[in-house]
């Protein structure tokens, strides 16, 4: 198979050479889709091809990363971590030999952002694809053209019809959603239609139903195959504007070339140097990741929604969707206050639309393509809004997303992953401030419970107070004192679920008894569900972003809260992982009790700083960086989500992070590179500049910010947002006089 190197040597050419001459790396070039592609135990990365943000997404279509065939190749993914929608396979062969969806052997697969390629070695076809917003381009390369050469195009529910050369049609999704597609190829086929033996049905122009399909039949003497397509939420005629708007030919490699200069002018919004070449790919990569939600759906100024099930004029503001708010509250969202923040602003705005169209007014908290799912726990979009308003951000309705959130947090049940109104058990918590657990040997009765889930008292405690420190910082901004007060005053409720004894969240019933013989490491249910959610009590110990200082005078002072810090980090699983893991899969990613795998705990090395010893952050979060982020298929330790755990990532390799969305600050951790540079989207710039410099030297050993010295382990949102410089001495050992006095300590929630 001489030509299948073709693709290969693209991709190099691609990615290296312009106009003959090597060029320096540009940041797409450091991007690896394939990290974390092998899950250490649930789901895995996918390696997806799309332009940021946009309505078309593609990964291969195969069981896993070591899949052994790729069952056709992709059109359209609707929803992150989701199959994807119509199917496209090209074949040379024997007419009988086809099948609705054809498996397909392959080899030598490359995957960028903006392009991928793949030879068909089965079948002798090598593959090339580039994606544009909501089109996108296939090149087939036939190795020999003896055989009848075809197409099959795929709508696994849903209806296709033909003119004779062009193909559209639509797949019925949930939630009454259709995702339209409209396919035309540079050669006319000889025929189209239905497969029946080894004749073409063609005299029927539709076919409609499960695996519906039509074969595309091309002249033997094919030796390429161009297919271009476009996509839409709207209409089929729709799909073919949005294909004629951005697609004028069937270059592939023009197209890759431009979704190339878009990913680099994007990633380019943060530049970093130093010589650790593997920490450039891990931390590019994950900024690529954090593009990959919320994705626009707005189409020609229109858009259509599953929230009420119409078309909508934008108004000329683009309209986003596809966010599971309880993973990129922490630090994705924040993420894009700083980098995109019109983007961020647009996607508020648009979460205020979803709002309006639906049935009734509670702000989502994981918005698809086809609806919102009301997954997990909690109502953390509150927490979004709260961040960027507090950080500047004005472009959208504060009034109306405090009325929604509000309505989210004290009109819907406050049980996981139910959309019910508010029950038995949110009056309760209303009445008492906590969401009590069930009672030893109590059966489930609560109608607002869903039936496969759990009522994860402590999770939802922990997780509304939140919410309700947001709700108060927003109603303060608007005016309105007497809620603020009432808020600030709510978000306080986690003292109620406090053990005295053990200084642990512990939960408790109806009755006010704490949940006997709960052993922290092991709690009760799947995933600890009785008790917590997808993380045992040592991570949920640490969960008051608002009020740590509280925090610490509650479990017995900074020294005490430091101790028991170094406890969880080194308090052993207990039990062979096998049998721990079956109970709490998404526990990963261990370092004792400590979970870097899963969102809830990404705050938690940070805490140090706010006991005064910032050197153990300082080596905690490298130490983290390096044993589970790393340039491989396995080098991320737990479920990615789209952005929710590289943007973990980003943040601590450029060295702060956010740890309480809707407070203006960052905490300062330690930088992996030499310098970092961040356009802030208002024509300025913060930088991040390390002396004495070297991958081994974590620990801080001074500080300036702006040219004056700086002994805080924390700097305002307002001192990044106006441009600057953070200049840090780094050291191999640490200095653990920096920022070690009280002074120095980063502001925590009072309730003035």
Known sequence: ?????????????????????????????????????????????????????????????????????????????ISH?????????????????????????????????????????????????????????????????NEPVYLVLNTRDGELSHDGYRVSGYQQLDNNTKVYIYLETDIKPLEIGTHKGERLATQEKTTKGHNAYFVLKFPNNSKTLKARYGVSFISAEQAKKNLRREIQDYDVEALAKKGRDVWNKTLNKIQVSGTDENAKTVFYTSLYRTYERMICLSEDGQYFSAYDGKIHNDN???????????????????????????????????????????????????????????????????????????????????????????????????APWSSKPAGVLDQFYKDHGYFPSLAPDEKETVPEVHSWERRQ???????????????????????????????????????????????????????????????????PGIGGRDAYDENTGYVYRFDVPHNIADLIQLIGGKQAFVDALE???????????????????????????????????????????????????????????????????????????????????????LGFYPITPGLPMYVIGSPMFET?????????????????YAPENKYIQSAKLNGVPWNKSWFSHEELRKGGKLELVMGKHPNKTWAATDDAIPPSFTMN
């Open 676 to 692: 970092a540079s961040l356009s802030l989207g208002n024509g300025k710039t913060f930088q991040v500049v390390c002396q004495n």
């Open 1 to 77: 198979m001489k030509r299948l190197n073709f693709s290969l040597l693209w991709a190099v050419w691609l990615t290296t050479i312009t106009n003959g001459f090597a060029q320096t790396k540009e940041p797409v070039d450091y991007v690896n889709p394939y990290i974390g592609n092998i899950s250490h135990l649930l789901v895995p990365t996918y390696p997806t091809i799309h332009l940021p943000n946009s309505m078309l997404r593609v990964y291969p279509e195969r069981e896993n990363f070591t899949g052994n065939v790729l069952n056709g190749l992709p059109l359209i993914v």
């Open 567 to 653: 406890n969880m980090y080194s308090t052993p699983l207990g039990r062979g992982r096998p049998d721990f893991y079956h109970i709490y899969a998404d526990h990963s990613g261990n370092v004792g009790q400590y979970s870097m795998g899963n969102e809830p705990a990404m705050h938690i090395p940070y805490l140090y700083n706010y006991a005064a010893q910032p050197w153990r952050t300082q080596k905690r979060v490298r130490n983290l960086l390096q044993q589970w982020f790393r340039n491989d298929v396995m080098g991320i330790p737990g479920d990615e989500d789209g952005g929710g755990l590289t943007s973990f990532v980003v943040f601590s390799s």
């Open 81 to 145: 971590r989701g199959s994807s929608a119509f199917n496209l396979s090209p074949f040379q062969g024997a007419l009988q030999d086809i099948q609705s969806v054809i498996p397909l052997g392959y080899d030598n697969e490359v995957i960028k952002p903006n392009y991928y390629s793949v030879d068909l070695d089965d079948q002798d076809i090598a593959v090339q694809y580039a994606p544009s917003h909501q089109s996108g381009i296939y090149t087939f390369d036939m190795s020999h053209t």
């Open 316 to 414: 000329g503001r683009p309209f986003y969707t596809d966010d599971w708010i309880w993973d990129t509250y922490r630090a994705t969202h924040p993420l894009r206050v700083i980098i995109e923040p019109q983007m961020e602003a647009d996607m508020i705005n648009s979460y205020l639309l979803m709002t309006q169209q639906m049935p009734r007014p509670w702000m989502p908290n994981f918005p698809e393509v086809t609806g919102d799912s009301r997954r997990m726990n909690s109502n953390h979009a509150v927490a979004m809004v709260a961040d960027a308003y507090n950080k500047g951000l004005r472009n959208f309705d504060l009034a109306a997303a405090y009325q929604a959130s509000k309505a989210a947090i004290t009109e819907k049940t406050l």
């Open 457 to 523: 008292p402590i999770a939802v405690t922990l997780g509304t107070v939140y919410d309700e420190w947001c709700l108060a910082q927003i109603a303060q901004a608007l005016g309105k004192k007497e809620e603020a007060q009432h808020f600030a005053e709510r978000s306080l409720n986690y003292r109620k679920v406090l053990n005295p004894e053990t200084k642990f969240f512990h939960p408790k019933d109806t009755f006010g008894v704490f949940m006997p013989n709960l052993d922290y490491r092991f709690p």
